[in-house]
């Protein structure tokens, strides 16, 4: 179920990132997009991380890309080397900074691979730029216990 509601999450925030990207062949890539969404929903995540691999590479300057990816190898690969590189790939871009998300998934995938200092960091940065008060008070909780 849990799986269920991050590929959801995942759908929407991709499908609503296309916009953002600059210089995009966006028929190339909303052909794509639409591949991945039904592979999500099939549950077929090893093919989704493989397209999104590709235009991860293909489109650097959409940000989304990566951060997804990042996501779905450490949920659905276990992937945590390869995850964290993607998320320290775009945590501090400017254009992810309306994404405060992404420093709590980075500071989830370190403290997971054991990396305490850098998961503190990141959360707390998570806190510094989140608006939510909800997500805010879990990872207060979070925070609190190491």
């Not at 991860?56 to 945590?80: H, R, T, V």
């Amino acid at each position: 179920m849990l799986g269920r509601k991050i590929a959801l999450l995942f759908l929407c925030m991709l499908s609503s990132s296309i916009a953002f990207a600059n210089n995009i062949s966006y028929q190339d890539s909303n052909l794509n997009v639409v591949e991945v969404k039904e592979l999500l929903e099939q549950g077929e995540y090893e093919e989704a991380i493989d397209i999104l691999t590709v235009l991860s590479s293909e489109y650097p300057e959409n940000f989304i890309y990566s951060y997804q990816l990042g996501i779905l190898l450490k949920d659905y690969s276990n992937d945590l080397e390869n995850s964290i590189a993607y998320l320290e790939d775009v945590v501090w871009l400017e254009e992810a900074i309306n994404y405060p998300e992404i420093h709590y998934r980075l500071g989830m995938a370190y403290l997971e691979n054991k990396e305490n200092k850098k998961a503190r960091t990141s959360l707390s940065n998570y806190l510094k730029y989140n608006k939510d008060e909800a997500n805010s008070k879990r990872v207060r909780l979070i925070l609190g216990n190491f």
